[in-house]
Protein backbone atom coordinates (compact mmCIF):
# COMPACT_ATOMS: atom_id res chain seq x y z
CA UNK A 1 0.00 0.00 0.00
CA UNK A 2 3.23 1.94 0.81
CA UNK A 3 4.12 2.39 -2.91
CA UNK A 4 0.32 3.26 -4.09
CA UNK A 5 0.19 5.62 -1.93
CA UNK A 6 3.26 7.31 -2.90
CA UNK A 7 2.52 7.42 -6.78
CA UNK A 8 -0.86 8.85 -5.94
CA UNK A 9 0.10 11.80 -3.95
CA UNK A 10 3.45 12.09 -6.11
CA UNK A 11 6.06 11.50 -3.22
CA UNK A 12 4.35 14.31 -0.69
CA UNK A 13 2.33 11.57 1.72
CA UNK A 14 3.91 10.71 5.34
CA UNK A 15 3.25 7.20 6.58
CA UNK A 16 3.80 6.26 9.92
CA UNK A 17 3.33 2.34 10.80
CA UNK A 18 3.04 0.44 14.32
CA UNK A 19 2.92 -3.58 14.64
CA UNK A 20 -0.37 -4.34 16.68
CA UNK A 21 0.20 -7.95 16.91
CA UNK A 22 0.03 -11.30 15.27
CA UNK A 23 -3.42 -12.79 14.05
CA UNK A 24 -3.86 -16.10 12.68
CA UNK A 25 -3.70 -16.53 8.22
CA UNK A 26 -6.91 -14.92 6.96
CA UNK A 27 -6.44 -15.54 3.34
CA UNK A 28 -3.84 -13.96 0.26
CA UNK A 29 -2.95 -10.67 -0.08
CA UNK A 30 -4.52 -8.69 -2.85
CA UNK A 31 -1.99 -8.74 -5.49
CA UNK A 32 -1.92 -5.66 -8.26
CA UNK A 33 -4.48 -5.05 -11.12
CA UNK A 34 -1.95 -4.10 -13.67
CA UNK A 35 -0.05 -6.08 -15.62
CA UNK A 36 3.45 -6.30 -16.71
CA UNK A 37 5.96 -4.65 -19.65
CA UNK A 38 7.91 -7.96 -20.81
CA UNK A 39 11.10 -6.91 -23.06
CA UNK A 40 10.31 -9.18 -26.30
CA UNK A 41 14.03 -9.53 -27.20
CA UNK A 42 17.42 -9.65 -25.86
CA UNK A 43 19.44 -6.09 -26.51
CA UNK A 44 20.33 -2.67 -25.30
CA UNK A 45 17.57 -0.48 -24.80
CA UNK A 46 16.94 2.47 -28.01
CA UNK A 47 15.69 5.80 -27.26
CA UNK A 48 12.98 5.22 -30.02
CA UNK A 49 11.72 1.58 -27.95
CA UNK A 50 11.52 3.77 -25.12
CA UNK A 51 9.61 6.42 -26.60
CA UNK A 52 7.25 3.43 -28.29
CA UNK A 53 6.94 1.43 -24.97
CA UNK A 54 5.95 4.63 -22.49
CA UNK A 55 3.08 4.63 -24.31
CA UNK A 56 1.36 1.47 -22.87
CA UNK A 57 2.62 2.48 -19.60
CA UNK A 58 5.59 3.23 -16.84
CA UNK A 59 9.03 2.04 -17.55
CA UNK A 60 11.76 0.50 -15.01
CA UNK A 61 14.19 0.67 -18.10
CA UNK A 62 16.29 3.58 -19.54
CA UNK A 63 18.12 4.09 -23.05
CA UNK A 64 21.29 2.38 -22.92
CA UNK A 65 20.76 -0.04 -20.55
CA UNK A 66 20.96 -3.87 -21.71
CA UNK A 67 17.82 -5.93 -21.38
CA UNK A 68 17.20 -9.23 -22.10
CA UNK A 69 14.24 -11.78 -23.38
CA UNK A 70 11.53 -12.47 -20.58
CA UNK A 71 12.58 -8.74 -18.10
CA UNK A 72 9.41 -7.36 -17.16
CA UNK A 73 10.50 -3.29 -18.02
CA UNK A 74 7.48 -1.80 -16.68
CA UNK A 75 3.99 -1.72 -15.63
CA UNK A 76 1.56 -2.26 -18.15
CA UNK A 77 -1.58 0.30 -17.76
CA UNK A 78 -3.94 -2.35 -18.34
CA UNK A 79 -4.17 -6.00 -16.68
CA UNK A 80 -2.20 -8.59 -18.30
CA UNK A 81 0.77 -8.96 -19.93
CA UNK A 82 2.31 -7.09 -22.83
CA UNK A 83 5.42 -7.88 -24.70
CA UNK A 84 7.24 -4.85 -26.01
CA UNK A 85 10.28 -4.16 -28.10
CA UNK A 86 12.20 -1.56 -26.37
CA UNK A 87 15.63 -2.48 -28.31
CA UNK A 88 13.69 -1.11 -31.38
CA UNK A 89 15.79 0.96 -34.11
CA UNK A 90 14.09 3.74 -36.24
CA UNK A 91 14.29 2.72 -39.84
CA UNK A 92 16.58 5.15 -41.47
CA UNK A 93 14.90 6.01 -45.01
CA UNK A 94 15.91 9.02 -47.60
CA UNK A 95 12.14 10.31 -47.25
CA UNK A 96 11.70 12.98 -44.49
CA UNK A 97 8.53 14.54 -43.82
CA UNK A 98 8.55 17.56 -41.46
CA UNK A 99 6.48 16.39 -38.49
CA UNK A 100 8.19 12.97 -38.54
CA UNK A 101 11.02 13.67 -37.09
CA UNK A 102 9.21 15.39 -34.06
CA UNK A 103 10.83 14.00 -30.72
CA UNK A 104 7.77 12.80 -28.18
CA UNK A 105 10.35 12.88 -25.16
CA UNK A 106 11.64 9.95 -22.56
CA UNK A 107 9.37 10.18 -19.77
CA UNK A 108 10.93 9.60 -16.44
CA UNK A 109 11.02 6.18 -15.07
CA UNK A 110 10.31 3.98 -12.11
CA UNK A 111 13.51 3.03 -9.75
CA UNK A 112 12.94 0.43 -8.04
CA UNK A 113 14.46 -0.93 -4.51
CA UNK A 114 14.08 -4.44 -3.52
CA UNK A 115 11.57 -3.88 -1.22
CA UNK A 116 9.95 -2.18 -4.29
CA UNK A 117 10.81 -5.07 -6.70
CA UNK A 118 9.41 -8.11 -3.86
CA UNK A 119 5.98 -6.10 -3.62
CA UNK A 120 5.51 -6.21 -7.50
CA UNK A 121 5.60 -9.83 -8.23
CA UNK A 122 3.22 -12.41 -8.97
CA UNK A 123 3.71 -15.92 -8.64
CA UNK A 124 4.53 -15.63 -12.30
CA UNK A 125 7.48 -13.73 -11.57
CA UNK A 126 10.95 -13.97 -10.02
CA UNK A 127 13.09 -10.89 -8.53
CA UNK A 128 17.45 -11.31 -9.99
CA UNK A 129 19.30 -9.04 -7.33
CA UNK A 130 22.76 -8.06 -8.17
CA UNK A 131 25.12 -5.96 -7.60
CA UNK A 132 24.63 -3.68 -10.15
CA UNK A 133 20.98 -4.05 -10.31
CA UNK A 134 17.68 -5.12 -9.81
CA UNK A 135 15.47 -6.91 -12.06
CA UNK A 136 12.08 -8.76 -12.57
CA UNK A 137 11.86 -11.79 -14.59
CA UNK A 138 8.70 -13.06 -15.67
CA UNK A 139 9.69 -17.02 -14.59
CA UNK A 140 10.57 -19.39 -17.13
CA UNK A 141 8.46 -22.57 -17.97
CA UNK A 142 8.76 -25.97 -18.32
CA UNK A 143 8.37 -27.56 -21.69
CA UNK A 144 4.78 -29.35 -21.72
CA UNK A 145 3.74 -26.95 -18.67
CA UNK A 146 0.96 -24.09 -18.88
CA UNK A 147 1.86 -20.86 -16.96
Known amino acids: IKNAMLTATRGTAVMNTLAAGYRPHVGDILSRDNGSLVAHETGKVTTNGVENAQERGRLFVKPGEEVYSNQVVGIHQRPGDLKVNVCKTKALTNFRAASKDIAKGVQGTLELSLDD ?16 SIRISKRKVEKGKKK
Not at 117 to 132: G, K, L, Q, S
Open 117 to 132: AIEYITNEEVVEVTPE
